[in-house]
């Protein structure tokens, strides 16, 4: 079946320091890959996505590429803000038959100190 | 546009008893997802309404849970009766489409079972 395992947290940086949170997948066929993020006290939002091999999902300074070869889609930042302190999930949909359901990896909690 | 509704947002309750959740998808959603999110791992898909009907309930323990979707709009989860392992974020969250659509979170309900 689908799964996804990302890189385990926590993970504390300082204000304008570049993020990477690693995000690999298992999946027959070709899912769609997702970045969601959960602020504090609020519900999950969408933060980006990527649909097929090679794109580039984009959104707020943050950037993930679908690198199938490596079965990858890792989350990049070039300069932190306070304000990106969440809780990340990468997660996929897809992949092989008709079910669409997302397949969420467990989770990253990112901490930007001043 | 208003977003995906949950009530309540926390519920203490004690092993045994019973507990309803509700969910009020985005207008014109029509799928609806409860996915149960327990402490420190990414949320998993309970189940999956496409209007009123049922597309995928494979993680559901229907023992103890139920879910409802009466006229294709809001919806109910109940769990009857609760144990500890229960204790978890519920989350709602709809789609346009099941075929991989982008979906919509809402803040979740916290329940605690002691």
């Known amino acids: 079946g689908n799964s996804v395992t990302q890189m385990e947290g926590p993970v504390t940086l300082s204000e304008e320091a570049f993020l990477t949170i690693n995000c690999t997948y298992t999946a027959t066929g070709y899912p769609s890959l997702f970045w969601y993020v959960q602020y504090p006290g609020e519900g999950l939002q969408l933060l980006l996505k990527a649909t097929k091999a090679d794109d580039k999902g984009s959104n707020k300074g943050f950037e993930a590429t679908y690198r199938k070869e490596t079965t990858s889609f890792h989350l990049e930042k070039g300069s932190v803000q306070v304000s990106d302190s969440a809780v990340y999930f990468c997660?996929?949909?897809?992949?092989?038959?008709?079910?669409?359901?997302?397949?969420f990896g467990k989770g990253t909690l990112l901490t930007v100190n001043p | 546009e208003a977003g995906v509704a949950q009530s309540p947002r926390y519920k203490i309750i004690e092993k045994r008893q019973s507990v309803a959740f509700w969910c009020n998808p985005i207008s014109g959603h029509a799928t609806l997802y409860w996915y149960q999110q327990i402490l420190g791992q990414g949320p998993k898909l309970l189940i999956q309404?496409?209007?009123?009907?049922?597309?995928?309930d494979s993680q559901l323990p229907k023992d103890r849970f139920s879910a409802e979707r009466l006229k294709g709009v809001d919806s109910t989860l109940k769990i009857q009766p609760a144990k500890l392992e229960d204790s978890a974020v519920y989350l709602c969250a709809s789609s346009l489409t099941p075929r991989g659509d982008t979906q919509y979170f809402g803040p979740g309900t916290r329940l605690t079972v002691l």
């Open positions: 309404f496409q209007n009123n009907g049922v597309v995928d």
């Open positions: 997660a996929l949909s897809g992949g092989g038959g008709s079910n669409y359901k997302l397949t």
